[in-house]
């Protein structure tokens, strides 16, 4: 599976990264921003995990965006954040992302989250 | 009712009693306009003083209605919101404080625990290959520990991007004061421009997780999550 990590800042991604591949997924694509992100996400995408404060285009805007493209209608979004207010989760929510979690995380935390919506998808599938 | 002539009359008085208090006041070393005193003068021993002085009155009182209007401009360029700002400012300052040493305690304890385990494993030549697979799983885990104890600079550079486009406004908002009252030449330049570092953008306050323990602020996000998700499929 193909993951798309989208985060303005390098260090994370690279943790992110890191974490995916000590899980075993070493298929990544990375971007620095939703408008990068949006340039990059294509069918082969199988899942996102995006930060939300990020330049020229915000996760949740780039989460409307996928959601709204016929090919990411159904790719699972995961948000990772600094932003634990109630109305941002509740924005993420209606913006289409299907899971949250909070910076900073644990590489287990993320591994929890990727295996219920990859189960969760599944059994919609 | 009294005839205009007693009523002109009771006024020219009354004009003339604080012409006078005005000339004591100037005289006492007040600093006060002399021309307006001596205008002030003219203007009653003219034959339309009266209409004149109303007119000066009349402009007297824009003028001064000018200057409360700046004022109350200069006071809303500087309102409460600017102070408070500047108390937000302060509180996200601490929490980067607070942020990067947890983290650094972090990164020092997972890194001696690491230490310990390179020396444990080195000196343990007759360790059962169990022993050293658990070991090895162990400092495999500190280290990752230490890389995700990394995480602080994300928290740290998103909380100082919010303070530096604060900063900027501040900026911006005093030199909206500096144009009212200072000389056109006295401004407060915009922060010079860093080569190869982006401009300051625009950046909105937001609430950030500081929760004491990650695992119980994660446990609220995913409840506020599933309550949410939850409505919005129904």
């Known amino acids: 599976m193909k993951f798309l990590v989208v985060d303005d800042s390098l260090t994370m991604r690279r943790i992110i990264i890191n974490a995916l591949q000590r899980i075993g997924y070493n298929d990544v694509v990375e971007a620095s921003d939703g408008k990068e992100a949006l340039e990059r996400f294509d069918g082969s995408i199988g899942f996102v995990i ?6 020229a285009m915000s996760g ?3 989460a409307r965006a996928v959601r709204a493209n016929s090919v990411g209608a159904s790719v699972p979004i995961l948000m990772v954040t600094t932003r634990g207010a109630r109305e941002d989760i509740v924005a993420a929510v209606e913006a289409g992302v299907n899971n949250y979690i909070l910076k900073p995380f644990t590489p287990s935390v993320l591994k929890e989250k990727i295996d219920r919506l990859l189960a969760s998808m599944g059994a919609a599938a | 009712m009294r005839p205009a002539e007693e009523l002109l009359y009771d006024s020219e008085a009354s004009f003339r009693l604080v012409d006078h208090a005005i000339q004591e006041l100037s005289a006492s070393g ?10 002030l003068a003219h203007v009653m ?12 009155l009349l402009r007297a ?10 004022f109350r401009e200069t006071a809303g360029m500087l309102d409460s919101s600017g102070i408070d700002k500047l108390h937000q400012m302060h509180g996200h300052l601490r929490e980067v404080s607070s942020a990067t040493e947890l983290a650094t305690h972090g990164i020092l ?17 007759t360790m059962s290959k169990e022993d050293r697979h658990r070991m090895i799983g162990s400092l495999r885990e500190e280290l990752g520990g230490v890389v995700n104890q990394l995480q602080f600079q994300d928290i740290t550079a998103q909380q100082l991007r919010h303070i530096e486009s604060q900063l900027v406004d501040m900026n911006r908002r005093i030199n909206q004061v500096v144009k009212i009252f200072a000389p056109p030449a006295v401004t407060f ?3 010079e421009p860093v080569p190869g570092v982006p401009a300051i953008q625009p950046a909105p306050a937001y609430e950030m997780n500081l929760h ?23």
């Open chain 2, 61 to 70: 009182y824009a003028e001064t209605a000018g200057i409360v209007g700046r």
């Open chain 1, 50 to 55: 995006t930060d939300w404060n990020m330049p």
């Open chain 2, 109 to 125: 304890d997972g890194l001696t625990r690491a230490v310990s385990l390179v020396e444990q494993l080195d000196a343990g030549e």
């Open chain 2, 30 to 39: 007040a600093e006060l306009d002399r021309e307006a005193t001596g205008f």
């Open chain 2, 45 to 56: 021993a003219q034959p339309g003083g009266f209409a004149e002085l109303s007119r000066t």
């Open chain 2, 212 to 234: 004491p323990d990650p695992e119980a602020g994660q446990a609220v996000a995913d409840e506020i999550f599933a309550i949410k998700a939850a409505r919005k499929t129904a």
């Open chain 1, 60 to 62: 949740v805007e780039f």
């Open chain 2, 189 to 191: 330049a915009p922060p």
